[in-house]
């Protein structure tokens, strides 16, 4: 499996609404991040998790909450949120301390 | 701190033309550099990667990359593009291997007929 599945491909939620993204990969690595990306933007690095600890936060507003359960597994919960958080999130893993990035298809967001 | 440029916002070119889309790097120390292209309501795929050794790196999809550190520049090149080259391109660069990968602002190649 060299694949990095996120959960679900499309998330509309309201501003009160309370939900979670999920992303998962096999491949044994034990580095896993979040990235967002706007309309005609490149991605932008929410959060790293290496070895199931967070290692980097963006400065992500605290309406963002990662959670990695164990190796395999990366969530985002998502509460509150404004419309301006409308975007494209992706995840992606890597081994530790190496270099290439595998990257999921992505959830698209929108916050009504 | 490093950063990437892509000094094309925007590349139009024709089908089986050859094109070159430009990434200059900063950094005082080694960096890797990355090329990865996202296809509409897409991820990202990894185009191709220089980590060290020869300065031309060979890729996915018949497109190559020449690492020029005196330059700092890791252009993309493809001899003949194909109707479905149309994507967004992104240059990225990772300093040392404990960092996380970051991306210039891309380059929107559209190819026609």
């Known amino acids: 499996d060299t694949e990095v599945t996120q959960t679900p491909k499309h998330l509309v939620m309201g501003m009160t609404n309370k939900k979670s993204l999920k992303c998962e990969q096999h491949?044994?690595?034990?580095?896993m991040y979040w990235y967002k990306q706007k309309a005609k933007k490149p991605p932008e690095l929410m959060f790293v998790y290496s070895y199931e600890k967070l290692s980097i936060n963006e400065s992500v507003p605290s309406r963002f909450s990662p959670e990695c359960p164990n190796s395999s597994l990366l969530n985002l919960h998502l509460h509150a949120l404004q419309p301006e958080d409308s975007a494209l999130y992706l995840c992606?893993?890597?081994?530790?301390?190496?270099?290439?990035?595998?990257f999921g298809s992505g959830t698209r967001l929108t916050v009504v | 701190a490093q950063s990437v440029t892509q000094l094309d916002s925007q590349v139009p070119v024709f089908e089986e033309a050859p094109v070159e889309l430009r990434c200059n790097y900063s950094s005082s120390v080694s960096v890797y550099l990355f090329w990865y292209v996202q296809y509409p309501n897409q991820g990202l795929q990894l185009l191709l990667k220089?980590?060290?050794?020869?300065?031309l790196v060979k890729g996915i999809n018949g497109f190559e990359a020449e690492f020029n550190k005196s330059q700092t520049s890791f252009h993309l090149r493809k001899p003949s593009v194909h109707i479905s080259d149309t994507a967004e391109y992104f240059c990225?660069?990772?300093?040392?291997?404990?960092?996380?990968?970051?991306f210039g602002k891309g380059t929107t190649l559209s190819v026609s007929s």
């Open positions: 992606a893993s890597s081994q530790t301390n190496a270099y290439g990035y595998t």
């Open positions: 990225a660069v990772k300093v040392g291997t404990g960092t996380a990968l970051i």
């Open positions: 220089y980590l060290s050794g020869s300065t």
């Open positions: 491949m044994g690595h034990r580095a």
